[in-house]
């Protein structure tokens, strides 16, 4: 069975940093992209950052240029997201996704079961 575990959300003042961590329980899940998406209260699930699978290109959404960092470790099949300067706004659970359907072979899409990150002004 495919999973995708995060941790390292948890509470942090405005300004202060953290970061996620996102582990597949197979090693096939290494070759696919790999991003995180978030979800606050009320609103719809968003892009936050992405990675080829072989971590030479990422993608960035506008809110978390700069701040935010991708990157990922195929040896241990883990994928990270550095965040730091955050702001209230970055409130939200924090999923992970592995997405295969475009790699060759063709596979699923994975998500994580979600890590709330919350920031306090």
């Known amino acids: 069975q495919v999973q995708l575990v995060e941790s390292g959300g948890g509470l942090v003042q405005a300004g202060g940093s953290l970061r996620l961590s996102c582990t597949a329980s197979?090693?096939?899940?290494?070759?696919?992209?790999m991003g995180w998406f978030r979800q606050a209260p009320g609103k719809e699930r968003e892009f936050v950052a992405a990675?080829?699978?072989?971590?030479?290109?990422?993608y960035y959404a506008d809110s978390v240029k700069g701040r935010f960092t991708i990157s990922r470790d195929n040896a241990k099949s883990t994928v990270y997201l550095q965040m730091n300067s955050l702001k209230p706004e970055d409130t939200a659970v924090y999923y992970c996704?592995?997405?295969?359907?475009?790699?060759?072979?063709?596979?699923?899409?994975?998500w994580g079961q979600g890590t709330q990150v919350t920031v306090a002004s």
């Open positions: 197979i090693r096939a899940l290494s070759s696919y992209p």
């Open positions: 996704d592995a997405d295969g359907r475009y790699s060759d072979p063709p596979g699923g899409n994975y």
């Open positions: 990675i080829n699978w072989s971590g030479g290109t990422t």
